[in-house]
């Protein structure tokens, strides 16, 4: 078979918002790009919702300076389960936890479901569960990414997506404008300083 190139207009994202807009759902899985996309996003102009795979935590923290304040962390591998979502606390829920995500993945791999393998799933309110803050998100996806097992909800199994929800455009400005009162116990995960000092970095 003969082959020849084609090229093709290349832009930025920001040219991008630019022409078309800023969405409604932004969803990023750019490989490793995700915080150029990020960046030229305006904390007083969001999407209502954004996803992006959760990779690396400074996605998280970007996703917090930018001002989102709800979150999700949602498990790509159920998207069509109807199991319930055990924890990790003792032997037993997670002998459960691992149960279910085989018959979830023979499930995806020999029926027909809504949502087919390595698909993007639901976003916004049809997501499943619900909306955490900063600190849940965090500890959940930090036991995860330093192999504490026993720890948090998540599953060392399958791979997740980081999902945001913006607050209203009010209470947007009145954190840019006041970030001491945004704290929420960030200092309980990884030291409000830092988590200010980087997402500065990053912006």
Request: glycine share 6%; charged share 25%; hydrophobic share 35%.
């Amino acid at each position: 078979m003969k082959c020849h190139p084609i090229e093709i207009e290349c832009v930025t994202f920001d040219k991008l918002l630019t022409k078309y807009g800023v969405p409604y759902y932004l969803k990023l899985d750019a490989e490793g790009a995700e915080p150029y996309c990020l960046k030229c996003l305006q904390p007083t102009s969001l999407p209502e919702y954004v996803s992006v795979e959760a990779e690396d935590f400074e996605y998280l923290v970007l996703l917090w300076h930018l001002g989102y304040r709800q979150f999700k962390i949602v498990d790509q591998m159920r998207h069509n389960s109807r199991f319930p979502d055990f924890g990790n606390d003792n032997m037993f829920s997670r002998a459960a936890k691992r149960a279910c995500w085989y018959a979830d993945r023979f499930k995806n791999r020999f029926s027909r479901v809504p949502f087919a393998r390595g698909c993007s799933g639901p976003f916004g309110e049809e997501t499943p569960g619900t909306w955490q803050t900063f600190e849940e998100v965090a500890y959940n996806w930090l036991a995860l990414h330093f192999g504490h097992h026993k720890r948090g909800t998540l599953n060392h199994f399958s791979w997740y997506d980081f999902h945001g929800k913006a607050l209203p455009s009010t209470d947007t400005a009145q954190v840019i404008s006041h970030p001491a009162k945004t704290r929420c116990g960030l200092e309980n995960v990884v030291g409000w300083d830092r988590v200010c000092n980087r997402g500065k970095e990053l912006l």
